[in-house]
């Protein structure tokens, strides 16, 4: 049996309590679909690079920080 938690009055949990209980409210991605609509909760992507566990916010700052080897100069 997986953790239960509680939100909204609903319960949430890995395992498919909807036989179960009246108040089923899904999964655990479902209870994270809540908080975030409920201004409780947020994502971001994470970037990096497979050699590296540094994470970046951006593509761009991946790219200028761990392959900078890859930069070409303009006038060539």
Known sequence: MNKRYEYGGLIYCEDDLSEEIDNYG??????????????????TFVYYSKESSEPYETYEDLIESEFSELEVDENE
């Open 26 to 43: 899904g999964s655990l991605y479902d209870l994270f679909d809540s908080l975030e609509s409920d201004g409780r909760a947020g994502s």
